[in-house]
């Protein structure tokens, strides 16, 4: 469901670049089993997209698992050059991101809130579409 919302949204994938924020299945966590990031990123990749990733702690687990991804070391380097950035996991520096400053660096200004920390207001009033999976 997640992956088909991006899709709706964004259209074809194909050669877009998507940064994920989040691989760990929880915040304060680097544990990857049942991680959605994962499943999520490979969704996308078969769909030919780019994929930029992050996460405050489960890079390293993630680096024997995830293929063909570029691992970064901010959220910030991470929205650089992106089509959308997903967040995946709620993790608080998540929560505390300088909205302005994420969309100043990306390409196309759309966020995909998984988790729904953000309000719509807060998002929007920083220039980023905001695009909720799962509020109602």
């Known amino acids: 469901r997640f992956v088909s919302r991006i899709v709706e949204k964004m259209g074809n994938v194909k050669g877009q ?3 994920v924020l989040g691989l760990a299945f ?3 966590t680097d544990e990857l089993r049942e991680a959605k990031s994962l499943e999520i990123i490979a969704a996308l990749q078969q769909q030919g997209a780019k994929i930029k990733v992050y996460d405050p702690i489960a890079m390293e687990n993630a680096k ?3 293929k063909d991804v570029v691992y970064c070391r901010s959220a910030y380097e991470t929205a650089e050059g992106c ?3 997903v967040v995946v996991t709620d993790w608080n520096e ?3 991101l300088n909205l302005e400053k ?3 660096t990306m390409k196309n200004p759309v966020i995909f809130d998984g988790r729904n920390i953000y309000s719509p207001e ?3 009033k920083s220039g980023l ?3 909720s999976i799962g509020r109602r």
């Open 122 to 124: 807060k998002v929007r």
């Open 83 to 85: 089509d959308a950035v």
């Open 102 to 104: 994420l969309r100043e």
């Open 26 to 28: 929880k915040a304060d």
């Open 64 to 66: 024997g698992i995830l």
């Open 94 to 96: 998540f929560k505390l």
């Open 17 to 19: 670049t998507l940064g």
């Open 129 to 131: 579409e905001y695009v």
